[in-house]
C-alpha cells in the first residue's frame, strides 16, 4: 500500500550534490519544520520528465514560494551525479534534487514503479506531494504512463 495523506515520511535518506560531493541528507530532518512540494518522476532526462514535469516547477518556483511553500524537491530513482547533472541543465538550481539510487525511500512510500519490461528497472512512479513538517497533506498521484495532477501548474491550483 502506498502512502497516504495524514501519513508521516518515513524514515530514510536520499543523496544531494553538495559543495564538497555527494551527501546523504535524512528525511525527518530535511522536512521538519517546513512546507515542501515533493514531486518525483521517473527518471532523468527522459521526455515527459525533461520537457514538462521538471521545467514547470523551475517556471513557477516564485509561485510556490508565494503560496508559502519553503522547499521545492524533485526525486528520481537514478544516482546523485545524474540527478545534479540534470539540474543543472535545467537551470533548477532553487529546487532540491534529491536521489533516491537504489529506490529504497521510493520503495517504502509504496511509490515505485517497475518498467523492467522497457529495460529501466525500479523506478518511482510520477507523483507531487505536499509535505508538512514531514506529515503528507497533500497527494496528487499520476497513473502509469500519464502526467496531469503531478504538474506544477495543477499542483498550484491545488494551494
Known amino acids: 500500500m502506498s502512502i497516504q495523506i495524514g501519513d508521516m515520511l518515513p524514515i530514510g535518506q536520499f543523496q544531494i550534490m553538495g559543495e564538497n560531493g555527494p551527501e546523504f541528507i535524512n ?32 517556471a513557477h518556483a516564485d509561485a510556490f514560494k508565494e503560496k508559502g511553500i519553503d522547499e521545492l524537491m524533485c526525486l528520481s530513482v537514478n544516482d546523485v551525479f545524474v540527478m545534479d547533472a540534470w539540474g543543472k541543465a535545467n537551470n533548477a538550481e532553487h529546487i532540491t534534487m534529491a536521489a533516491d539510487g537504489l529506490a529504497e525511500l521510493t520503495k517504502s512510500m509504496g511509490l515505485e514503479l517497475d518498467i523492467s519490461t522497457a529495460k529501466m528497472g525500479i523506478r518511482s512512479r510520477r507523483y507531487a506531494m505536499l ?22 501548474e495543477y499542483v498550484l491550483n491545488q494551494l
Not at 44 to 49: G, K, L
Not at 134 to 143: A, F, R, S, Y
Open 27 to 58: 528525511v525527518t530532518d530535511f522536512f521538519a519544520g517546513k512546507k515542501v512540494v515533493l514531486f518525483a518522476v521517473p527518471g532523468a532526462f527522459t521526455p515527459t520528465c525533461s520537457v514538462s514535469h521538471l521545467p514547470g516547477f523551475v
Open 131 to 152: 509535505v508538512d513538517n514531514g506529515i503528507v497533506g497533500q497527494l496528487w498521484l499520476d497513473e502509469p504512463g500519464e502526467f496531469n495532477v503531478s504538474s506544477a
